[in-house]
């Protein structure tokens, strides 16, 4: 017998029965390539059924969807998952539970077992994706101070301190930059797709330790610099060495 698509038959003309997204996700799944359903969709997903959550309910989800996102386990399996605990939450919920009763205290506990049967991510692939951040925080550097350096000899007849840069600038930058786009990703998993980031209310502590990390990293700066060689570099070697690290940024890391 011939099996019917997972859409041929709408939620409107099954009554008294809803059709619960992540049994369509199944069937998607099994018919094939032609009606797989990705990432972006079960995201989208997500977000509707967040919002009929209530607050405490989707306070605590959304910390659970954090703890998965940045976690090892793959983008397709991870939405499985969380589709699976919304639906069952906002069924629990239905019938006066909280988030708390159904998945206990910790937003991760629930996905622990999924988290540790995820194989481990290949520690020359994490090796790379920090090597190709730092290598194009260092080009973006050269290239703009290479700018900079034109920029300030037209004005003023020479570069200034765009001439020179110092090693320690360059270690700074490389390793900066892995630590806030690390920041950045996890912030941003925790964000849903329909989600506008907005300014919250005022954190005395985040904001001491953003100024704490911004003193230390000035401080540093000024001691170290001392420390470090500093190299002449002229604006257009600058721009050479910012257009061959683009060249470099598509063969070593986006070569097929």
Known sequence: MRRQRPDAYPCTERPGKRILFVENIRLRLLEGNAYKMNVRDMIKENNRLREKMTPGNRSFFEDMILALRASRVDAVRTEELLLEAADKLLREQAKGRTAQQIFGSDPEEYFREAIERAPARPERGKARHYAMISWTALILLF?????????????????????????????????????????????????????????????????????GAVVAVVFA????????????????????????????????????
Not at 180 to 190: D, F, N, R, Y
Not at 228 to 256: D, E, M, N, Q, Y
Request: hydrophobic fraction near 50%.
């Open 143 to 211: 290239g703009m101070q290479g700018i900079a350096g034109l920029i300030t000899i037209w004005s003023q007849g020479t570069a200034g301190p765009f001439g020179r840069i110092s090693l320690f600038t360059m270690i700074a930058v490389g390793l900066g930059s892995i630590a806030g786009i690390e920041l950045l990703m996890k912030w941003l998993s925790s964000l849903s797709e329909d989600d506008v980031p907005r300014i919250g209310g005022f954190n005395l502590k985040a904001l001491g330790v953003y100024i």
């Open 221 to 256: 700066g000024l001691y170290f610099r001392q420390l470090f060689p500093v190299f002449t570099l002229s604006p257009w070697h600058c721009l050479l060495i910012f257009a061959c690290g683009l060249i470099g940024l598509k063969f070593i890391f986006f070569r097929k």
